[in-house]
């Protein structure tokens, strides 16, 4: 049963319509549970009421038309207890309800499951049979794998629009809405372009070439272009390397040759593939002879020939990319909205982002925050590469993404956006005001930073300090390590414009979710592994580039350079990550640099380092702390699974009561503390965070004018009074609508979005 269960799902799954998989689905499962009737009932949003819209043999002839109510029925009666329910005799149950339209008189086995998605009954499956026999425990238990399997289709069906298809309605045909998870407050109106990430070589699909001598002139181009990184590459190498040990790089221009594999790409363009297929088809035939050879030196060349195969697809899919022309008002959409891709898109015509996985914590939406893009993250129902093109529009604030939004649906958003853009005019007068508290607390108002674009939108919006430089931010936008004066450059860049305001370096912190191209970590549990500083000690010559590139780029300045270590569970690793430091800045002191020592500080992430608070803070100059990891850890919720998203509550009680401890427990030390997760750039989490204390809010660019309104529109007391009640609380949603309450009451009514999202039927 359990191979008949994987092949139902798989085919199912492949379906080419939500309609054959309905039908497909009835007609296996009759056959397998060997029963003479299999029906499928649905949720119909706009009636509240579950259709019939599939059956084996039930009549045909009323499907679509003939439905039940929750509780109508023992179809109903499924809905209304949310569980199976399996009837030897259904006709003697006192809810059996006779439909004369169905045809099924002669039927009294009965075991119907219930459909159910993120906790709604969106269907029922019923299977029905004669003599009357109750069906067995393991036929029970393969009809509610199959339905909780199947749940998954047909609320992605619902999303879409296909089930309101079934019944008929075809008033909003092409207008879908799919709901995600906010990513980036804002709203945006656009057009949809998705971007594919880059596929591997074994992924990519056989497709006859649309234009044989195009593809031909896109893959001369791929090579043009892979000959010249190899050329460049062989260049540099050549004043560290001896010429045998570059060999390597002669032997892949060799295999670029066209007498070798360029030709017979080439030549199964001419007969009909596309130039990545063709590609694909070559290079494994390649590396399949390369690794049935005896030799074991020229059985590890296969590895040589896939890298090269793959540098060559990197660019056919970029040439490819490139040619498409972007329109002005463009919705990023992208399975996985990665930092390099945001990189690479103009911001100027950058509408939203729209990204299938993810949640609001990952990297990307914090970049997105960043940048102020309007984006949602993890809308795992949207079927993307059909969105392509279509009008488009992204509500940031509640995680709603609108495709082929109808007129009545695009006034309501452009009189939103109308409301946003005068709060913004609102806020852009604050830019010159000190971020002091109405009796007289002063704060300092930092910026999160990584992309050098953030700088000039940092200062424009008034930051006095950077509080956190994401570092892997620049890593990830390129296709190997920097080198210490190119990361120089940058890190002076930042030094230099922020001058002799304070700038808090992190030192490199992948792994989790950021990941380098050129140094991929693979991990069944990245967040558990080898993450920020547990990667860097281990790479000592990686730090200490990396630090003395710091220290350098901060010679000659007045501003202060704050080293800031990521992910720290201990002191030993401070101990050794001090150790590094120093020497980075002996050896850059006696390069001829005159250069200050910089200030060293941990972020607080890991919940051991919460008790280690007065330890870390008696070792080091300040603490911050990075509340999205912080959050992740204490309560066991990913930060990028959507599934979970409603379980990551950076408000909730436990958060907040360690926040405050470690507010107390450094400043017990003398030591400066600050705060530098999303929780700190929200109107909620930074009245709470200057009631608790904290000497610094770091949070990105585009929040910064909120949280200074907030700040100078109450007193220190007022925070304080808040606070006290909140850690009386042990519900979030208490402590945040409590919180929200205090705001509105403030008057700061228009920081909290309260529009409402309009409804599709
Ligand atoms: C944090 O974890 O809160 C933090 C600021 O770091 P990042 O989001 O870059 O992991
Ligand atoms: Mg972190």
Request: aromatic content about 6%; proline content about 5%.
């Amino acid at each position: 049963m359990l191979d008949a269960l994987r092949q139902i799902v798989q085919d199912v799954g492949a379906a080419s319509s939500f309609r054959h998989a309905l039908d497909l689905t009835v007609a296996r499962v009759s056959m397998i549970l060997d029963t003479e009737v299999c029906s499928i009932y649905l949720l119909d949003r706009a009636s509240g009421r579950f259709s019939f819209v599939a059956s084996e043999g039930l009549n045909p002839e009323v499907l679509g038309s003939l439905s039940l109510a929750p509780g109508e029925g023992l179809v109903g009666l499924v809905v209304e207890r949310a569980e199976p329910i399996n009837l030897s005799d259904a006709t003697e149950h006192r809810r059996y309800l006779h439909v004369p339209e169905l045809g099924e008189e002669e039927l009294s086995a009965f075991l119907g499951v219930p459909i159910i998605h993120n906790r709604v009954v969106l269907g029922v499956m019923v299977v029905q049979g004669h003599p009357p026999r109750r069906y067995s425990e393991q036929e029970v238990a393969f009809l509610v794998t199959l339905a909780a399997q199947f749940a998954g289709i047909v609320a992605h069906a619902d999303a879409t629009g296909e089930i309101r298809h079934l019944f008929g309605d075809d008033t909003h045909a092409h207008e879908a809405n799919y709901q995600g998870v906010p990513g980036a407050p804002g709203i945006g109106i656009g057009t949809a372009v998705v971007v594919k990430p880059m596929v591997s070589l074994d992924t990519v699909p056989d497709r006859p070439a649309d234009d044989i001598e195009a593809e031909v002139r896109v893959f001369d181009e791929a090579i043009r272009r892979v000959r010249e990184d190899l050329e460049r590459i062989d260049e540099e190498l050549s004043k560290s390397l001896q010429p045998e040990e570059r060999e390597l790089f002669e032997a892949y221009l060799h295999i670029l040759d066209d007498a070798a594999l360029a030709g017979e790409v080439r030549q199964r363009i001419r007969q009909g593939q596309w130039a990545q297929g063709a590609l694909r088809q070559v290079i494994l035939e390649h590396m399949a002879t390369f690794e049935r050879m005896p030799d074991s030196y020229l059985r590890e060349r296969s590895a040589d020939v896939r890298d090269l195969g793959q540098r060559v697809l990197a660019y056919l899919q970029d040439i490819s990319r490139t040619e498409v022309v972007l329109p002005d008002d463009m919705i990023l959409v992208s399975d996985e909205v990665t930092a390099s891709m945001m990189a690479e898109l103009p911001r100027e015509k950058l509408r939203g982002i729209v990204s299938v996985r993810g949640s609001n914590f990952s990297h990307g939406a914090i970049l997105a925050q960043a940048l102020g893009i309007p984006t949602v993250m993890g809308v795992v129902e949207m079927p993307i590469f059909r969105v392509d093109g279509q009008p488009m529009v992204v509500d940031g604030h509640y995680g709603e993404v609108f495709v082929s939004p109808g007129p009545l649906v695009r006034a309501q958003y452009n009189g939103f956006a109308e409301e946003e853009d005068r709060l913004a005019v609102e806020l852009d007068a604050l830019k010159e005001l000190p971020s002091v508290t109405r009796d007289g607390h002063q704060l300092n108002l930092w910026v999160n930073v990584g992309l050098v674009g953030e700088i000039s939108r940092s200062l424009d919006r008034g930051a006095e300090g950077i509080g956190l430089f994401r570092t892997e931010v620049p890593f990830a936008t390129r296709d190997r390590f920097p080198t210490e004066e190119d990361q120089r450059i940058i890190y002076r860049e930042h030094m230099e414009a922020f001058e002799p305001r304070p700038v808090t370096m992190r030192t490199l912190d992948i792994g989790g979710d950021k990941s380098l191209s050129y140094f991929p970590i693979s991990e069944e549990n990245p967040f558990l592994g080898w993450r920020g500083i547990r990667v860097t000690l281990d790479h000592p010559e990686i730090f200490l580039g990396q630090v003395r590139a710091m220290i350098k780029a901060n010679a000659g300045l007045e501003g202060i350079l704050r080293i800031m270590l990521p992910m720290v569970s201990s002191l030993d690793e401070v101990a050794e990550a001090r150790a590094l430091i120093d020497r980075a800045y002996r050896e850059v002191g006696e390069e001829g640099f005159e250069v200050k020592p910089p200030q060293v500080g941990v972020m607080i992430e890991v919940p051991a380092a919460v008790y280690l608070t007065r330890d870390l803070a008696r070792e080091l100059d300040f603490l911050a702390v990075g509340s999205n990891d912080l959050t992740q850890y204490m309560l066991a919720v990913d930060r990028n699974n959507a599934r979970v998203a409603g379980l990551f509550q950076e408000m909730h009680p436990s958060v907040l009561i360690a926040l405050r401890e470690i507010v107390k427990d450094c400043h017990a030390e003398g030591k400066p503390v600050g705060i530098c997760g999303e929780l700190a750039g929200t109107p909620e989490g930074a009245l709470l965070c200057v009631g608790m204390g904290y000497d610094v809010l770091s949070m990105n660019a585009t929040n910064l004018p909120r949280v200074k309104l907030v700040i100078r529109s109450v007193s220190l007391r007022d925070c304080r009074r808040i606070l006290a009640r909140v850690l009386r609380m042990r519900s979030t949603a208490e402590i945040v609508a409590f919180v929200r309450d205090q705001l509105v009451a403030i008057g700061l009514e228009r920081l909290i979005p309260h529009h409402e999202v309009p409804e599709l039927f």
